[in-house]
Nanobody, 115 residues
Framework: QVQLVESGGGLVQPGGSLRLSCGAS????????MGWYRQAPGKQRELVAR???????NYADSVKGRFTISRDNAKNTVYLQMNSLKPEDTAVYYC?????????WGQGTQVTVSS
């Protein structure tokens, strides 16, 4: 089994920044991708950003140029640096690890962008 623990969410004003972290533990075997998804009230969960074992990344169009995903393979940790936050970024953010076709999820962390 794989466990994912997120941290770093909170309340921030528009234009502000937050950094999310997600540490993975348990039976982890390379290669695997890690990423962040989010779900706003009344909406479906959507991909925000993902990074594979080789460091290749992809982002949702809505966050390109504002968010940066990175990972520390030695620590099995993924980060999401979020800058220039907008009210529409408000959502529960979920960490994801995908390995050998299996998805694992964190419990989610709330990000609220409001003045």
């Amino acid at each position: 089994q794989v466990q994912l623990v997120e941290s770093g969410g909170g309340l921030v004003q528009p234009g502000g920044s937050l950094r999310l972290s997600c540490g993975a533990s348990g039976s982890i075997f390379s290669p695997y991708a890690m990423g962040w998804y989010r779900q706003a009230p009344g909406k479906q969960r959507e991909l925000v950003a993902r990074i594979n074992s080789g460091g290749n990344t992809n982002y949702a169009d809505s966050v390109k140029g504002r968010f940066t995903i990175s990972r520390d393979n030695a620590k099995n940790t993924v980060y999401l640096q979020m800058n220039s936050l907008k009210p529409e970024d408000t959502a529960v953010y979920y960490c994801n690890l995908r390995g050998f076709g299996v998805d694992y999820w964190g419990q989610g962390t709330q990000v609220t962008v409001s003045s």
